[in-house]
Every structure is written in C-alpha cells, then in structure tokens.
C-alpha cells in the first residue's frame, strides 16, 4: 500500500512537471458589480449580470496570465437598488474586501461613488450618463464602459439626413442625475445641427400617470421626442400616453428592453426609433450572443445585453496589457485597448470632451419598431472629436 501511494504522488508530480502552469489552479481576479438588481431599472441590472455572466464563462475557458500566474475572473455581485445610498454601502463592502476593480451604473448611484474611487485608487467602469463630474481629468481612474448621452453626437448627425422633416425637438427625462445630463448634450446636439429645441420636460422616475407630462409636450409642437436617459417602464408609459393623446410623430427611446416597450405600447409602438440597440444580428459575434441567449432564457433578447457584454473583455484586455493589478497602471493600459466588440471596432477616447481618453467608442446601432417588432435600420460611425467639439459647443 505504501509503494502505492510513493507511485501516485510520484505520478502527480511528473504530471505537473509536464503540464505547468496550464494545469495550476488559478487564482482570483475579483470586480466588484455594483448593478441595479431590483428596483425601477432592475431590467438593466438583470441584463448585465447576465451579459457578465457569459462573459465571465468565454474568459475563464483559457483564463489569462499576469505576471506569469494564471487568473480567472470573478464577478462579485452588489445590488445598488438603484438607490445613492446603497451604492454607496456597496462600495464600502468592496473597498473593506480589497476589491480594487469595479463595474457600476447608473448615474445616480455612480457619480456618489467616484471621489471615493478615486481617493483609493480603484479603477471603477461605469455605464451610465453623465458629464465631466464622473469623468474627467479630475478622475483618471474612472470610465465610461459604453456610450450612453455621448451617442447623441452620431444619432442627431445622421437624424437630419434621415428625417428631413424634423425641425422642432422635445426632450423627455427623469428629473435625476442621468435625466439631466442626458437633456443637456441632446439639447446642444440638436442646436448644433440645426434643430429647434421647444421644450425640455422633467417627471419623476416611476411615475405613474404620464398624461400630464404627454399634454406639455405636445403643446409645443414636436416632430421629434428625444426619451433621453427615460428608462425601464417609464419609456412605454410615455409612449403610450404620447401616442393616445393624439402623438405621430417620431419617438427616440435608447436604454430599452424592445419586448416590454412594444407589450406596453402596443400598435403606438410602430415606427417608434431605438438608438444604440441591436435589433436583429448583424455580424457573427452579435449572432452569436443572440442566440447563446435565446437557448438559455427564451426571445426576446434584451437590447441592454449587448452593450454590457464587452466591458468585462475590455478590462481584462488592460490588466493583461499592463501585467499588474495595480489600478493605476492598468487605467493608463485601459486607455490603450483596442478591441473588436460585438458593435466593431472599440477604442477608448473622449479626450475631446473630457480631457482625457475615458469612453468607449464604437459604431452605433440604430433600431425601429416595424409590425410589431424590431427590425435594423443603420449602424452609425462614430464622429470624429473635431465633429464632437462642434456638436457640444455652447
């Protein structure tokens, strides 16, 4: 029996021998998420947990090497119940844990994160709106992981070519940090490109009776209503009070789960515009996602799913390129990436809007409600920063 167990450990260590660290156990890289799991836009949160959850999957196949050590990577869940003050017990919960990396959204429960993130040096990714109070030269550890106001400066661009009878444009938003700084880069966008802004109206985010909101803003006239940073059942109740109160003209909803939208609004739902959303695949890598989806959790898949796929990639991309886990080189790593996402090409930029490179870029997909469904209308470049400085300026 002895002779047996010196054979079986002489066996493991021939094994080991041969195979090296390929067979080693990994070790942790853990991000903190700091998702909106429940409350008024827990369609997000559940939607990027999901996308992170497959992303952690395709990563942790192959795991990847720093330093010579092979890690895999670990999402640890937080649920900001899209409330400041639980975000920010979140953050104190990850920070107390060591965690130095971490994947939040939503404005109003981001931007009350950052003077912490940053004081401790945390590389924090962020999907949500916002302006230079979340990034910033003042904050150069922290990051926009999509863009969520800045795609307006695709979107309205191409919108004067493709709607020529546009000429008078509403805006729609939650009075909240997102509702705000969604109004005020769609407002100068729709400025600068020779639009006529006629109103800017404010509700409260879960609001129940939207008919009141719907008649303001049909007092001015609109051939356009921007939703902005409007999310979750707020974007179909306003629709739907729009459309019954009398509204043809176009409605732009982005953030959107296209399923529940047209649920809610029904018929009103048609020709209805959804910017930033993928609507049907268009390329293999979107194919794909699709259907590793629809085989888990049944249609629709939700368009938010998308764009919370690759910012997981893209931030182990940075800590493989700076072979450290030190936040503040992996930040300037971050700015360096370059990445093939599910939309095309991804690079980190924004420095003319910012001061410094901080948000994703890449192509925008644009939707349209047709019968009932989404259908692909166009995928949009992204402008370059000398059309940014002129679409943002004052």
Not at 113 to 131: D, F, I, N, P, Q
Request: hydrophobic share 40%.
């Amino acid at each position: 029996m002895k002779k047996r167990v010196i054979g079986l450990v002489g066996l493991f260590l021939t094994c080991s021998v041969l195979f090296g660290t390929s067979q080693a156990v990994s070790k942790e890289f853990e991000v903190g998420c700091n998702f909106m799991l429940s409350g008024p836009a827990a369609f997000i949160g559940i939607a990027t947990k999901q996308a992170v959850d497959h992303a952690t999957e395709v990563i942790n196949k192959e795991g990847f090497v720093v330093q010579g050590e092979k890690y895999a990577v670990k999402p640890v869940y937080y649920d900001s119940k899209y409330i400041p003050a639980e975000a920010v017990l979140n953050l104190e919960k990850m920070l107390t844990g060591g965690i130095r990396f971490v994947f939040s959204q939503g404005s109003g429960v981001t931007v009350p994160l950052v003077e912490k993130t940053t004081a401790a040096k945390v590389l924090m990714m962020a999907s949500c709106s916002g302006s230079d109070h979340l990034t910033s030269s003042k904050y150069p550890y922290s990051f926009r992981s999509l863009p969520c106001n800045e795609a307006a400066f695709a979107m309205y661009p191409w919108m004067v070519k493709a709607y020529p009878q546009i000429k008078n444009v509403a805006h729609a938003n939650p009075s909240d940090e997102a509702g705000y700084t969604e109004s005020e880069t769609r407002v100068r966008c729709a400025k600068n490109v020779g639009f006529k802004n006629v109103v800017n109206e404010y509700f409260k985010r879960g609001a129940t009776d939207f008919y009141p909101v719907a008649t303001r803003i049909l007092a001015s006239n609109p051939d356009l209503i921007d939703f902005g940073g409007t999310a979750g059942r707020d974007q179909g109740l306003l629709a739907k009070a729009l459309r019954e109160s009398g509204y043809k003209g176009i409605i732009a909803i982005s953030y959107s789960d296209p399923g529940a939208l047209i649920k809610v609004v029904g018929g009103g739902a048609e020709g209805v515009l959804l910017p930033n959303t993928v609507a049907e695949p268009q390329d293999p890598k979107q194919q794909e996602l699709h259907d590793w989806y629809v085989k888990k959790y049944g249609p629709p898949v939700p368009g938010i799913l998308y764009e919370m796929w690759d910012p997981l990639f893209v931030l182990v991309e940075a800590v493989k390129k700076a072979n450290s886990f030190d936040p503040v080189k992996v930040a300037e790593a971050f700015r360096t990436v370059r990445w093939d996402s599910v939309f095309g090409p991804l690079y980190v930029g924004m420095e003319s809007l910012y001061g410094l490179k901080c948000t994703f870029c890449r192509p925008i997909p644009m939707g349209v409600v047709k019968n009932r469904e989404l259908k692909h209308l166009a995928t949009l470049p992204w402008p370059s920063d000398e059309e940014i400085r002129k679409l943002n300026a004052n």
